[in-house]
């Protein structure tokens, strides 16, 4: 499967962005998917995930109560509330055949990436 990123873009402190994930070249369905971000110097961290049926999710606590996970046939979609400074990264997504992960090394396919920036 391939997947593309996008949505990113600069946003004032307290704004929201919508991230989207295109995939193509199989049937999305299979996959698990899950949102990651990294900054330089920094580890890609895990941000949000979904499962197949997209009725089991999970945040990472930093996100929680402003970040959400959806997903619509072949798009799995990342919606940034209440966006702050250090939410700044580039933000990844990425594919399993497997189960929801927080580990970025459970994941088998990833996009290439989008940059989101806040502004104080």
């Known amino acids: 499967v391939q997947l593309q990123a996008s949505g990113g873009g600069l946003v004032q402190a307290g704004g929201s962005l919508r991230l989207s994930c295109a995939a193509s070249?199989?049937?999305?369905?299979?996959?698990?998917v899950g949102w990651f971000r990294q900054t330089p110097g920094k580890e890609r961290e895990f941000v949000a995930g979904?499962?197949?049926?997209?009725?089991l999710t999970d945040l990472a606590d930093s996100v929680k109560g402003r970040f959400s996970i959806s997903r619509d046939k072949n798009m799995v979609f990342l919606h940034m509330n209440s966006l702050k400074p250090e939410d700044t990264a580039v933000y990844y997504c990425?594919?399993?055949?497997?189960?929801?992960?927080?580990?970025?090394?459970?994941?088998?396919?990833w996009g290439q990436g989008t940059q989101v920036t806040v502004s104080s």
């Open positions: 979904i499962n197949r049926s997209g009725r």
């Open positions: 990425a594919a399993s055949q497997e189960f929801i992960s927080t580990w970025s090394t459970d994941y088998e396919y």
């Open positions: 070249g199989s049937t999305f369905v299979r996959y698990v």
